[in-house]
T-cell receptor, first 112, second 117 residues
Framework: DAKTTQPPSMDCAEGRAANLPCNHS???????VYWYRQIHSQGPQYIIH???NNETNEMASLIITEDRKSSTLILPHATLRDTAVYYCIGGGRGGTASKLTFGTGTRLQVTL | NAGVTQTPKFRILKIGQSMTLQCAQDMNHNYMYWYRQDPGMGLKLIYY???????DKGEVPNGYNVSRSTTEDFPLRLELAAPSQTSVYFC????????????????FGDGTRLSIL
């Protein structure tokens, strides 16, 4: 699985967009980029994933650079409930067991 | 739909005791995983299974055993509990990738908080 690098912490004002960066320069061509978050000590919650193209769902948008060496998770209108640790993970090649390697993530603090 | 259910939610063990952490999923997922999370750290993979009767080691398997006799259940066994195994344990499952190879995300349970004294 690809090694990922994320800033340890970020702050965001409520109602503003939260842009969380991730570097995954060693990602291979068939590895996906996954984003999960963990609120308090709950189980990780899936947010979004993508391979090459940008992706959007009801929770967030994922922007992947053309060279696939980095990506940005965008929470368009952050709320206090989005305060969590966000994990960027490179892995999940097709046809494998899709083991995911979690780093220490980015602790996002949303403030009033 | 219950998703991934882990029991117990909390447990305190004495050194040398044994126990089984239970994990059940009702989504008919063939892939299942066990992770541990130490304070302030990310999750580390202990064992995983790609289907009933098939298991394999992850990053930190020492001190643990697993079995997968059914699609629904994937119990994790600690035979001789040690203080280093104090952690939060998460179970996850996912279905196989879709026909275009696009892998599906993992669904996690709420965890078992285990303290060994």
């Amino acid at each position: 699985d690809a090694k990922t690098t994320q800033p340890p912490s970020m702050d965001c004002a409520e109602g503003r967009a939260a842009n969380l960066p991730c570097n995954h320069s060693t990602i291979s061509g068939n590895e996906y980029v996954y984003w999960y978050r963990q609120i308090h000590s709950q189980g990780p919650q899936y947010i979004i994933h993508g391979l090459k193209n940008n992706e959007t769902n009801e929770m967030a948008s994922l922007i992947i650079t053309e060279d696939r060496k980095s990506s940005t998770l965008i929470l368009p209108h952050a709320t206090l409930r989005d305060t969590a640790v966000y994990y960027c993970i490179g892995g999940g090649r097709g046809g494998t067991a899709s083991k995911l390697t979690f780093g220490t993530g980015t602790r996002l603090q949303v403030t009033l | 739909n219950a998703g991934v259910t882990q029991t117990p939610k909390f447990r305190i063990l004495k050194i040398g005791q044994s126990m089984t952490l239970q994990c059940a999923q009702d989504m008919n997922h063939n892939y299942m995983y066990w992770y541990r999370q130490d304070p302030g750290m990310g999750l580390k993979l202990i064992y995983y299974s790609v289907g009933a009767g098939i298991t394999d080691k992850g990053e930190v398997p020492n001190g643990y055993n697993v079995s997968r006799s059914t699609t629904e259940d994937f119990p994790l066994r600690l035979e001789l509990a040690a203080p280093s195994q104090t952690s939060v344990y998460f179970c996850a499952s996912r279905p196989p990738g879709t026909g275009d190879g696009r892998n599906q995300p993992q669904h996690f349970g709420d965890g078992t908080r285990l303290s060994i004294l």
